[in-house]
Antibody, heavy 119, light 107 residues
Framework: EVQLVQSGAEVKKPGESLTISCKGS????????IGWVRQMPGKGLEWMGIIYPGDSDTRYSPSFQGQVTISADKSISTAYLQWSSLRASDTAMYFC????????????WGQGTLVTVSS | DIQLTQSPPFLSASVGDRVTITCRAS??????LAWYQQKPGKAPKLLIYAASTLHSGVPSRFSGSGSGTEFTLTISSLQPEDFATYYC?????????FGGGTKVEIK
């Protein structure tokens, strides 16, 4: 069974750094792209970027380029989303999701990590 | 970027109704469109990809059609568990983009 399990909710202050994680199981993590999607409170879905754990090839949405860092450690089947300096506007639910085998849709999703940034 | 416009943004319907949601792309995307269902506090679930291919385990009352710039998601007979928000997503080109969502509520 394909599973993506994300790390727990975080409460941070503006300016702090943060890394959240997404651990895959039940499939070949190394050979499947993993994407990250943001959902701000009461809003829709926004694609942030995607990584291929096999060689760490990473693509970012222009809206998020330079704002976050996506990485992966294939040895432990885990992808990461990192901020160096959080802002209040980063408050959102963040989902990881596995890309389909041959096309750029997402067939399995993590449960989401709620990030709250508040002073 | 390819913009996706969903209509209607809200829809009230009764159990057993046939429901149709439309997604329009700002330029042609062939059949590279997916549909997702999201319930409050939960992750989205893939329903359909490549415009009309049903994802494994998705009930057959869901169907998708369209190509180019206009697409539809149809629920043939609305069930209580189908009350949710539905999103389209184009998978033709990066950056991937989603529609604004359609919330299906109980009438």
């Amino acid at each position: 069974e394909v599973q993506l399990v994300q790390s727990g909710a975080e409460v941070k202050k503006p300016g702090e750094s943060l890394t959240i994680s997404c651990k895959g199981s039940g499939y070949s993590f190394t050979n499947s792209w993993i994407g990250w999607v943001r959902q701000m409170p009461g809003k829709g879905l926004e694609w942030m970027g995607i990584i291929y754990p096999g060689d760490s090839d990473t693509r970012y949405s222009p809206s998020f380029q330079g704002q976050v860092t996506i990485s992966a450690d294939k040895s432990i089947s885990t992808a990461y989303l990192q901020w160096s300096s959080l802002r209040a506007s980063d408050t959102a639910m963040y989902f990881c999701a596995r890309r389909g085998a041959t096309m750029e849709f997402f067939d399995y999703w993590g449960q989401g990590t709620l990030v709250t940034v508040s002073s | 970027d390819i913009q996706l416009t969903q209509s209607p943004p809200f829809l009230s319907a009764s159990v057993g109704d046939r429901v149709t949601i439309t997604c329009r792309a700002s330029r042609g995307i062939s059949s590279y469109l997916a549909w997702y269902q999201q319930k409050p506090g939960k992750a989205p679930k893939l329903l359909i990809y490549a415009a009309s291919t049903l994802h494994s385990g998705v009930p057959s009352r869901f169907s998708g059609s369209g190509s180019g710039t206009e697409f539809t998601l149809t629920i043939s007979s609305l069930q209580p568990e189908d009350f949710a928000t539905y999103y389209c997503q184009q998978h033709a080109s990066v950056p991937l983009t989603f529609g604004g969502g359609t919330k299906v509520e109980i009438k």
